[in-house]
């Protein structure tokens, strides 16, 4: 149990163009999903968390209008890339629990996506 | 801030223990975690523990916590080979449950 995926797992696009990745939670309902950033060889950096059904709560320094978050159901959240430039590639992972941010819960992590800016 | 520093590098023979060691600097910490990235694969959590507590086991893990010098360990008892990957470390807290991770440590284990 506790399944989180992501869609796609790999992406290669051109710069100035936008990517948009899905994170599901297969067999549970993710009230509140996270979205990270891993750079080659270093760790994760929170870029910001969602909450289904409101406006995601962005980590300083993440530009909220570069990537735009919605969580519009309590097993699917999207992050978009817009206008991704090569500083962008980066993996990509997300993970969703059951509760509410506020309380705590096991974070269950999606596979990750590779994105790969030319 | 909060920050959270691991070694970078263990290299263990198959059969050793092997002890990963994470210090942390936030006392407000509620939960510490620890978790597993094979290469190309997301995070998979191993184990964590409570602030109140000093140690937990789970088969071949065991997780201690210093909270007075905020340091936290993972003991992985006879390592084998598929124990090769990166182990992060991660403090959390009850409000918000936002993790911060450490740097990682990449095991090796060594046939």
């Known amino acids: 149990g506790a399944v989180v995926s992501q869609h796609p797992s790999w992406v290669i696009c051109k710069s100035g163009t936008s990517v948009k990745i899905e994170c599901r939670s297969l067999?549970?309902?993710?009230?509140?999903m996270f979205w990270y950033r891993q750079f080659p060889k270093q760790s994760l950096m929170l870029m910001a968390t969602?909450?289904?059904?409101?406006?995601?709560?962005?980590e300083q320094g993440v530009e909220k209008d570069k990537f735009l978050i919605n969580h519009a159901s309590l097993t699917l959240s999207t992050l978009t890339v817009t206008s991704a430039h090569p500083e962008d590639s980066s993996f990509y992972i997300c993970?969703?629990?059951?509760?509410?941010?506020?309380?705590?819960?096991?974070?269950?992590f999606g596979p990750g996506t590779r994105l790969l800016v030319l | 801030g909060e920050d959270v520093e691991q070694s970078l590098f263990l290299s263990v023979r198959e059969g050793d223990s092997s002890v990963i060691n994470c210090t942390y600097t936030?006392?407000?910490?509620?939960?510490l975690y620890w978790y597993k990235q094979e290469p190309g694969a997301g995070l998979q959590l191993l184990t964590y523990?409570?602030?109140?507590?000093d140690m937990k086991q789970d088969q071949r893990l065991t997780v201690l916590l210093n909270k007075k010098d905020k340091h936290l360990s993972l003991r992985i008892a006879d390592t084998q080979t598929g124990d090769s990957a990166i182990y992060f470390c991660?403090?959390?807290?009850?409000?918000?449950?936002?993790?911060?991770f450490g740097g990682g440590t990449r095991v090796l284990v060594k046939p």
């Open positions: 993970s969703a629990q059951m509760g509410l941010a506020g309380v705590r819960e096991t974070q269950y």
């Open positions: 067999d549970f309902q993710a009230t509140t």
């Open positions: 969602s909450n289904e059904g409101s406006k995601a709560t962005y």
């Open positions: 936030d006392s407000s910490s509620t939960y």
């Open positions: 523990i409570f602030s109140n507590m």
């Open positions: 991660a403090e959390g807290k009850a409000a918000g449950n936002k993790l911060t």
